[in-house]
């Protein structure tokens, strides 16, 4: 389990470009070696992908609410059609 552990922590490191370049080399030199390795890079950053729009949705839904609420404030949208009126 900690072996997993430290090749997945590896694997990011590699993909958020953590590494200094002989290390960077190396890892990819395992990469063209070892293509269950390639095949772990591949799923981290497919899961790194997904999570970064999973983020995105989330933020983009909580801006949303705040929008609508403010828009149900009366001072708010007063205001609001004030400036572009």
């Known amino acids: 389990m900690r072996t997993e ?3 997945a922590r590896q694997i990011d490191r590699y993909l958020f470009q953590q ?3 002989d290390d960077t080399r190396e890892f990819e030199a395992r990469l063209l070696l070892n ?3 390639a095949a ?3 799923a981290q950053r497919t899961a790194h992908r997904l ?3 999973y983020a995105r ?3 983009r839904n909580r801006l949303q609410e705040i929008y609508r609420n403010l ?3 009366k ?3 007063d205001q609001l059609k004030n400036i572009f009126a």
């Open 19 to 21: 590494l200094n370049q």
């Open 35 to 37: 293509e269950t390795l």
């Open 51 to 53: 999570i970064r729009l």
């Open 71 to 73: 828009l149900t404030e």
């Open 75 to 77: 001072n708010f949208a």
């Open 5 to 7: 552990l430290d090749e």
């Open 57 to 59: 949705t989330q933020e």
């Open 40 to 42: 772990k890079v591949d």
